[in-house]
């Protein structure tokens, strides 16, 4: 995808199916956190392939590690944005990285069906998943579940509205 936006759609659903078990702001970060690496490349203009490390599941799983080790300590500055998301912000460390991980795998799993240089498998080389789906289809796809999720979350927000008048 380019950069992130995309990410973000199927990472609002996934958070709004889970909430209030997960950790919506490290889920969301979490699913746009591989792309520093493309970033990065771009910045520093290198010559080297745009989605790599950080877009195989061994590299998202660090990632997410790191993520949530980030997180974890900024719990109680977060939960003011996790109540928007009408989540209750109260979460355990495992919680967060779960979430994390949801995200920045959700990420590599969406990315595989594009980026012919992605081996979402390394060690192993390879990619099964690429042109499984066209690019314009993977790009709807996730606006589609972006508003799925939009509508949940505009729904959960109005039942936690009603429930305190």
Do not use: Q
Request: glycine share 10%.
């Amino acid at each position: 995808m380019p950069f992130t936006p995309f990410h973000l759609g199927p990472g609002l659903l996934i958070a709004m199916v889970f909430v209030p078990e997960i950790c919506v702001v490290a889920l969301l970060i979490g699913s746009v956190a591989p792309d520093i690496e493309p970033l990065a490349i771009v910045l520093m203009g290198l010559d080297t392939p745009l989605h790599g490390f950080l877009h195989t599941y061994l590299g998202a799983s660090l990632l997410g590690v790191a993520v949530a080790g980030i997180i974890w300590p900024l719990r109680s500055a977060i939960a003011p944005l996790e109540k928007v998301f009408a989540s209750s912000g109260s979460y355990s460390f495992r919680a967060v990285l779960l979430s994390a991980l949801a995200g920045t795998y959700s990420h590599v799993f969406l990315d595989s069906f594009l980026y012919p240089e992605m081996f979402p498998f390394f060690p192993v080389a390879g990619n099964p998943f690429l042109g499984m789906l066209p690019t314009p289809l993977a790009y709807e796809i996730c606006v589609v579940l972006g508003v799925i999720g939009l509508v949940v979350w505009f729904g959960r927000l109005s039942l936690s509205k009603d429930s305190e008048t």
